[in-house]
């Protein structure tokens, strides 16, 4: 399983950084990826790191302003978010793909996601 934590309010123009803490399966057999959805959207592709601790993807909209990076160690992954906007609002989840997915049409989709955590908030907002 997969345990995102870190959101919050924050105002525009601020930084947070979210964690997702890992179990219960081979941690280093996964990319993992970052979603957001915000109300009344679907759910888009944030990020995805590689199992090596490679930026794999970055969503067009964040572009330069997010950062992913893991810890293998402690099983953990970290998406450190700068800049933040009110477009930025939305419930982000961290999830596990299998390390054998190759390219960024995967990456990005959640269909190919084997594990998800529960979701943490961040609202953008003054």
């Known amino acids: 399983q997969l345990q995102a934590c870190g959101g919050g309010l924050v105002q525009p123009g601020g930084s947070l950084r979210l964690s997702c803490a890992a179990s219960g399966f081979t941690f280093d057999d996964y990319h993992i990826g970052w979603f957001r959805q915000a109300p009344g959207k679907e759910r888009e592709g944030v990020s995805c790191i590689s199992r090596r601790d490679v930026s794999l993807y970055y969503a067009d909209s964040v572009k330069g302003r997010f950062t992913t990076s893991r810890d293998n160690a402690k099983n953990t992954v970290y998406l450190q978010m700068k800049s933040l906007k009110p477009e930025d609002t939305a419930v982000y989840y961290c999830?596990?793909?299998?390390?054998?997915?190759?390219?960024?049409?995967?990456?990005?989709?959640?269909?190919?996601?084997?594990?998800w955590g529960q979701g943490t908030l961040v609202t953008v907002s003054s």
């Open positions: 999830a596990a793909i299998p390390g054998y997915y190759n390219g960024s049409y995967y990456y990005a989709r959640s269909a190919f996601y084997d594990y």
